[in-house]
């Protein structure tokens, strides 16, 4: 059991790398100007909720005033990367576990999306799942935090397509506001190393940039999906 769930984990480690490697194109030409939306305000007591002048999806538009595709500053990126690498392993652990279960609790049908209803509320953070699940948020936050001052771009194509990936799990009753019930619950949380306003701010802003990212890609790809079911459902037209 521990060895495929540990096999499982290496798997979608290996897949989530993948996306951030094979968009590492040197033309960064191609606009995202089309792929931008205007961001839909978070649920609950967060920052962006509380400073609502401050919220809207980091895209294009409003990042040619600092350069930025990520909508982040320099200084912010920089004291992301700091904050992340002084932050020790156990912490990150411990966090991304929080996140998870703010997540869960925060709407009982996560709990059955996520298949873990029939665990009890004390024993999630000791099932392999939940655990395995949180190293993915960890890994994911990771991978950005490496990848925003150099890579923007990369990055963002990467989590659009992570993002396409979860139309998967609309079966199972994934819907448009979890995506913002992710944001409330991943603003709320921070590594403890992030310590000054300028800096939570600047996981803020991060987080916002992910999750809307993950949402444009997922919105994209759920209207994909549709068009496709409605030519499969279509009548054919007469001769």
């Given at each position: ?92 652990k411990r966090l991304f576990e929080d996140i998870f279960l703010s997540i869960l609790h925060s709407d009982e049908d996560l709990l059955k999306m996520f298949r873990l209803e029939n665990v009890p ?67 709320r949380n921070y590594p403890p190393t992030f310590k000054t306003r300028f800096e939570r701010e600047a996981w803020s802003a991060m987080i916002l940039f992910i999750l809307q990212q993950m949402k ?24």
């Open positions: 059991m521990g060895a495929s769930t540990s096999s499982a984990q290496n798997e979608k480690k290996a897949k989530v790398e993948h996306l951030f490697r094979q968009n590492n194109r040197s033309n960064r030409s191609r606009s995202l100007d089309a792929r931008c939306e205007k961001a839909v305000r978070p649920i609950g007591s967060s920052q962006s909720a509380r400073y609502p002048k401050q919220r809207g999806a980091p895209n294009i538009n409003r990042d040619h005033s600092n350069g930025s595709i990520s909508g982040l500053s320099a200084e912010q990126k920089r004291a992301l990367e700091v904050c992340w690498v002084k932050c020790p392993e156990r912490q990150i509320r004390n024993k999630l953070r000791e099932n392999e799942f939940f655990k395995s699940q949180a190293a993915n948020f960890s890994l994911v936050i990771n991978l950005v935090v490496t990848n925003l001052q150099e890579n923007s771009a990369q990055a963002c194509q990467a989590l659009q397509d992570l993002g396409a990936q979860h139309v998967r799990y609309n079966s199972r009753g994934f819907q448009m506001m979890y995506w913002d019930v992710y944001t409330d619950c991943f603003e444009l890609g997922y919105t994209g790809a759920a209207k994909k999906h549709s068009q496709s079911d409605h030519r499969f459902l279509s009548p054919a037209r007469p001769l």
